[in-house]
């Protein structure tokens, strides 16, 4: 028995988000509205089946955007004279990614899918859907000229032109599933009775058949049905008062007024409350979720002369800023297994943290504090700098993130664990969780593998370049038949035989005007040990030749070591291309094992990294080469 209740209230509570998400793919209102009601008819008519379904939205969504990607032919918001210059913006930007990458950003931010439901929805596995996301995320924060943090913004306000869309009743929508059951209906016996006449016989399912449902009709994209779940674990188990207080954050900034600013099970808005966070929850099926919010304020007097002469006199006036920002999130999970997903799940946000310009600096292992636990420290160099200080753990079924955003002094390395630890030890005694936290001790440990090719840096990896526009924006990897991170010194090839798993990637600030000089490039191949240190030496020999032999190149090393399993060289080097002209350049060689890459920067005018910061990236590269070397 059909209810039309439940479908009216689904119909209304349901359409303009899914009106919403296909304007957002489209920018086609008309035909966004279209979709999303034929959408609704079809679900009338097999409401029967879609209202048993745990995953309604997957069903309606998939005939919606469907719908609306056939019935949209043309970039309709370009002849909307009344349409907001910021939502025109937005559209264009859409508009220039694949239909995929589109999708996926869209339904990011404006579906509540977690990244596995995403994966499933356009048809990827997970890590493929997770780096189409990455690559969307930088590529639409490019185009349209705006930080990644401000996507949610962005997409939430297409919204706007939606306002005055006109919806038909709910009745209207059951009467037009009605006719089209009974068309088919029709349809369907006259389809029968041809068959029956032109063969003379019906041939129907016997007992032994197996039966067919909406929820198993494989040529229908989108339906997921799941299992059951139990709800016995369900109740919410962590309280307020268990997460950290305004006077525990005074750790993370002397001076500073700590205030809190909000307590929520975050299911509001888009659920993303912190730096890289790329998810509402770590754990999408677990049973509760609570997030505390605070802000670190600064108050200074500002001293101001006023007046000339006789009359001048200074006036003062305090001025209160936020220095520094924290977020304390604790997810319970069903299982212990599913806590450990979720904790790997956290870890990825920030060790492959796809916000703009914003660079892993260091990872820690850290033990003592729960069950396990790690430490990152990135540096966000926007506009406003700022460093970010993250811890995350696991105890039991409960995991829980403390992310500390910084201006100015950066959190110490103690006071992140102290606060982890601080903030484990506050929801120990909770349902599920586990160990307690001790004398926290870290360990500084290789990055996370984040889904790049084995030994290749990614975004995340690269520090500062001074006087750019935009962010990072890396090539896709490529067989490595030229190798442009050489130089004319050393001619590198990593062609030829007993070389395997050559590849290079270049990375690039598409944003910046006149840059055609500007780039980093890394190259790596894999190769047995022995010949992988005389590649080394014969790079060495040849830069050291050059310096010699070239009397418009000159050579600085700016780092070097050497054993038997390991070697990192690191040079400026500079090109005089006549009088008036020179062309610097900084290159590393680098061996793990087997495993070798060079890299190399060229700056642009005034557009470079400091000597410092390359020569950090080149004992990142070291570290990216471990997997690489293992996989020969």
């Given at each position: 028995m059909r209810s039309p209740e439940t479908f009216d209230a689904y119909y209304v509570e349901?359409?303009?988000?899914?009106?919403?998400?296909?304007?957002?793919?489209?920018?086609?209102?008309?035909?966004?509205?279209?979709?999303?009601?034929?959408?609704?008819?079809v679900t009338w008519h097999h409401w029967r089946k879609v209202?048993?379904?745990?995953?309604?939205?997957?069903?309606?969504?998939?005939?919606?955007?469907?719908?609306?990607?056939?019935?949209?032919?043309?970039?309709?918001?370009?002849?909307?004279?009344?349409?907001?210059?910021?939502?025109?913006?937005?559209?264009?930007?859409l508009s220039k990614l694949t239909a995929r990458q589109r999708e996926l950003l869209v339904l990011n931010v404006l579906s509540a899918l977690s990244l596995s439901e995403l994966a499933r929805t356009v048809g990827l596995p997970r890590a493929d859907a997770e780096r189409e996301?990455?690559?969307?995320?930088?590529?639409?924060?490019?185009?349209?000229?705006?930080?990644?943090?401000?996507?949610?913004?962005?997409?939430?306000?297409?919204?706007?032109?939606?306002?005055?869309?006109?919806?038909?009743?709910?009745?209207?929508?059951?009467r037009s599933g009605a006719a089209r059951r009974r068309t088919h209906t029709v349809i369907g016996a006259a389809v029968a009775t041809a068959a029956l006449v032109a063969s003379g016989s019906l041939v129907a399912a016997g007992s032994g058949a197996e039966p067919t449902s909406l929820g198993e009709d494989k040529s229908t994209p989108g339906v997921t049905v799941h299992p059951p779940v139990s709800d016995a674990d369900g109740a919410d188990n962590v309280a307020a008062d268990a997460l950290l207080s305004p006077a525990q954050l005074s750790r993370f900034g002397a001076g500073l007024d700590w205030t809190e600013t909000a307590t929520t099970d975050d299911v509001d808005g888009d659920g993303l409350v912190a730096p890289c966070q790329r998810e509402r929850f770590a754990d999408p099926d677990g049973v509760s979720a609570l997030t505390r919010t605070w802000k670190g304020t600064e108050t200074r007097v500002v001293k101001k002369k006023v007046g000339t002469g006789k009359r001048a006199r200074t006036r003062k006036r305090e001025v209160t800023s936020v220095r520094s920002t924290a977020v304390e999130v604790v997810e319970t999970s069903r299982t212990a297994e599913?806590?450990?997903?979720?904790?790997?799940?956290?870890?990825?946000?920030?060790?492959?943290?796809?916000?703009?310009?914003?660079?892993?600096?260091?990872?820690?292992?850290?033990?003592?504090?729960?069950?396990?636990?790690?430490?990152?420290?990135?540096?966000?160099?926007?506009?406003?700098?700022a460093d970010i200080s993250v811890g995350v753990a696991r105890t039991g079924r409960l995991v829980v993130a403390l992310v500390v955003r910084s201006q100015g002094k950066p959190v110490g390395d103690k006071a992140v664990l102290t606060g982890l630890s601080a903030a484990v030890n506050g929801v120990c005694g909770a349902e599920g969780a586990g160990t307690c936290a001790g004398r926290a001790r870290a360990r500084t440990s290789a990055p996370l593998p984040i889904g790049t090719p084995p030994g290749l840096l990614s975004v995340v990896d690269l520090p500062p370049v001074s006087a750019v526009r935009g962010p990072w924006v890396g090539t896709d990897a490529e067989k490595a038949r030229t190798n442009y991170a050489a130089t004319?010194?050393?001619?590198?090839?990593?062609?030829?035989?007993?070389?395997?798993?050559?590849?290079?990637?270049?990375?690039?600030?598409?944003?910046?005007?006149?840059?055609?000089q500007l780039g980093l490039t890394q190259t790596v191949g894999a190769m047995k040990p022995a010949r992988a240190r005389t590649f080394v030496d014969t790079v060495r020999d040849r830069i050291r030749e050059c310096a010699r032999a070239n009397l418009g190149t000159s050579v600085t090393q700016l780092a070097s070591s050497s054993s038997k399993s390991s070697d990192l060289s690191v040079w400026a080097l500079t090109f005089e291309i006549n009088d008036r002209q020179s062309f610097p350049f900084l290159m590393a060689i680098v061996r793990d094992g087997g495993a070798v890459s060079q890299l190399g920067f060229a700056p642009d005018r005034n557009m470079t990294m400091s000597r410092a910061d390359f020569v950090t990236l080149a004992r990142r590269v070291m570290q990216r080469l471990g997997p690489l070397d293992s996989a020969r």
């Open positions: 349901t359409r303009t988000r899914l009106l919403h998400e296909a304007y957002a793919l489209t920018g086609d209102a008309p035909a966004a509205r279209t979709a999303v009601r034929d959408a609704f008819v209202e048993h379904l745990d995953d309604r939205d997957g069903y309606v969504r998939a005939l919606a955007l469907g719908r609306a990607r056939r019935r949209h032919n043309a970039r309709l918001w370009h002849r909307d004279k009344s349409l907001d210059p910021e939502v025109r913006s937005t559209l264009d930007a996301l990455q690559t969307a995320t930088a590529q639409f924060a490019l185009h349209r000229d705006a930080p990644s943090t401000e996507i949610p913004r962005l997409l939430h306000a297409l919204s706007g032109p939606l306002e005055d869309i006109r919806w038909p009743r709910a009745t209207v929508i059951r599913d806590a450990e997903q979720a904790f790997e799940t956290a870890s990825l946000w920030f060790a492959g943290c796809i916000d703009p310009r914003t660079q892993l600096v260091t990872t820690r292992t850290v033990t003592r504090v729960g069950d396990e636990a790690r430490a990152f420290r990135l540096r966000s160099w926007g506009k406003k700098s004319r010194c050393d001619r590198t090839s990593f062609t030829g035989k007993g070389i395997s798993k050559a590849l290079t990637r270049t990375f690039l600030f598409p944003e910046t005007p006149n840059a055609s």
